[in-house]
């Protein structure tokens, strides 16, 4: 069983703050991970891939992957009241039969308050 | 841009009638997911397709069929629809580019209602 754990939240933070989401998978051969934001009533949108250990950052949005300790976090600088959204990270362990399939958690609901 | 479509937003049906639900991409992606996303639950694999006429079980395919006769379209049946099938769907698809890839990308949805 492929586990891909989230805090469900709510994560409540001010406007301007660092939001910091996290994200545990259980598979040690994991090599592709995703963060998306769906906004309420819409689709997964995909805002992050890392697949090397360290930071990846993309305007004010940081991707955080430690491999040995199957961690990946995202974080979001100066959060704006238009980034409150569920982040569901996904991985994608890229072997076997099921090569290109991603594992979801079950997403953190943030809301960033004025 | 990945450009993901998805036959309604919105849909109704009766129980037991048969709901076919259409999806294309327009990337030449390999790869085509079906899920549906409940509250609470996350989002569940129902079928997949990695090439014309493949296909495997998700987490979820009892009660489901799908038909997948071009790259670009992959459809997913409801056979005879029940009231528990009343969901959110969700088509997404990918590429195998080798290497480090998979993104998916999701279409817009179908919310279906079975009454």
């Known amino acids: 069983q492929k586990e891909v754990e989230q805090n469900s939240g709510p994560l409540s933070v001010p406007e301007g703050a660092i939001a910091s989401l996290n994200c545990t998978y259980s598979?040690?051969?994991?090599?592709?991970f995703f963060w998306y934001r769906q906004y309420s009533g819409k689709s997964p949108e995909l805002i992050m891939s890392?697949?090397?250990?360290g930071d990846k950052e993309d305007g004010r949005f940081t991707a955080q992957l430690n491999k040995a300790s199957q961690y990946v976090s995202l974080l979001i600088r100066d959060s704006q009241p238009s980034d409150s959204a569920t982040y569901l990270c996904a991985v994608n362990t890229g072997r076997g039969s099921t090569l290109g399939r991603l594992y979801f958690g079950r997403g953190t609901q943030l809301t960033v308050w004025p | 841009d990945v450009k993901v479509t998805q036959s309604s937003r919105y849909l109704v049906k009766r129980t037991g009638e048969k709901v076919f639900l259409e999806c294309v991409q327009d990337m030449d992606h390999e790869n085509m997911f079906w899920y549906r996303q409940d509250p609470g639950l996350g989002l569940r694999l129902i079928y997949f397709?990695?090439?014309?006429?493949?296909?495997e079980k998700g987490d979820i395919p009892e009660g489901y069929s799908v038909s997948r006769e071009k790259k670009e379209r992959f459809s997913l049946i409801l056979e005879s629809a029940s009231t528990n099938q009343t969901s959110m769907y969700l088509c997404?698809?990918?590429?195998?580019?080798?290497?480090?890839?998979?993104?998916?990308?999701f279409g817009p949805g179908t919310r279906l209602t079975v009454t």
């Open positions: 397709s990695y090439d014309v006429k493949m296909k």
């Open positions: 598979d040690r051969v994991s090599q592709s």
């Open positions: 997404a698809s990918s590429s195998t580019s080798g290497g480090y890839s998979y993104e998916q990308y």
């Open positions: 890392i697949y090397s250990n």
